[in-house]
Nanobody, 125 residues
Framework: QVQLVESGGGVVQAGGSLRLSCAPS????????MGWFRQAPGKAREFVSA????????AYADSVKGRFSISRDNAKNTVYLQMNSLKPEDTAVYFC??????????????????WGQGTQVTVSS
């Protein structure tokens, strides 16, 4: 089972930026489709963004499009989520996930195979 560790969460004022990182264990990172999801209190977990194995393909939820940017460094076994122009409604626990051997970018959480423990992002108004 791949272990994923997120980092980079914190408290930021509205309009600010944060960069989340996720580093899966093992040596097959370049074969995984990677995704970010979030869950706010009292709400269901929702898709945020995902990136293909090579990094050439990306997908974003409409709510973050134009503000968030996903990227990956296969040499460093790390995926990033750059979050700019943060809004209070972005407050949530953010989870990193990987799809073993995935070829297509997935936006549904049940299609991912392993998850991190989550990192809290709080945006104050």
């Amino acid at each position: 089972q791949v272990q994923l560790v997120e980092s980079g969460g914190g408290v930021v004022q509205a309009g600010g930026s944060l960069r989340l990182s996720c580093a899966p264990s093992g040596r097959f990172f370049s074969t995984y489709v990677m995704g970010w999801f979030r869950q706010a209190p009292g709400k269901a977990r929702e898709f945020v963004s995902a990136i293909s194995r090579s990094g050439g393909g990306t997908a974003y939820a409409d709510s973050v499009k134009g503000r968030f940017s996903i990227s990956r460094d296969n040499a460093k076994n790390t995926v990033y989520l750059q979050m700019n122009s943060l809004k209070p409604e972005d407050t949530a626990v953010y989870f990193c996930a990987c799809d073993y051997g995935g070829e297509l970018i997935r936006t549904i959480d049940t299609e991912y195979d392993a998850w991190g423990q989550g990192t809290q992002v709080t945006v104050s108004s």
